[in-house]
């Protein structure tokens, strides 16, 4: 029995310290002790800042919706317009206040060919719209593209109008 218990307390003291070490020293979560002072404060003193505030709420950029592309039967070549400009200066100017943010740009195509010329081709539509983004300015870095080919279509392949829905390049932000 007494070795159940000097066993037992040997545990708990290791596992006390090894918590401790973990949390406070590697990771660095205790809290020091922090010194606070009180005093009084005279309202005639203080600042007015919610014209402050909301200046600050002004210059955060929104985050900026998706948007999607489409393209022609079996072209590439991506043109740009109002609503893609729109969107990449509201998405560059989301992605210079975050420095984690990427933009992501996923090449679909429909089903029509084979699966390894849809793969090629979803990725060409991917490398238009970032050739786009890059003559705008947008650092490389920051961009992801990808293709899915025929893998995830929009709508039905088994229409017109379906398969022209599945011809897109999609656009998001990625935090």
Known sequence: ????????????????????????KIKGLCDEPVSMQYGYVNPVD??????????????QAEYPENITIYFEFDKYEFNSNELADKYFDESNTYLEQNSQARISIIG?????????YNQALGQRRAQSVQDYF???????????????????????????SGRAKNRRTVITIKK
């Open 108 to 116: 679909h195509t429909d089903a029509l060919g084979s699966d390894i």
């Open 46 to 59: 203080t600042v007015n800042i919610s014209n402050n505030q909301q200046d600050l709420v002004d210059l």
């Open 1 to 24: 029995m007494r070795i159940l218990i000097i066993g037992f307390l040997a545990f708990f003291a290791w596992s006390t310290l090894s918590a401790y070490i973990y949390v406070c």
């Open 134 to 160: 890059l003559r705008k300015g947008m650092l490389e870095n920051r961009i992801l593209i990808e293709s899915k080919g025929e893998n995830e279509p929009a709508d039905n392949n088994n229409t017109e």
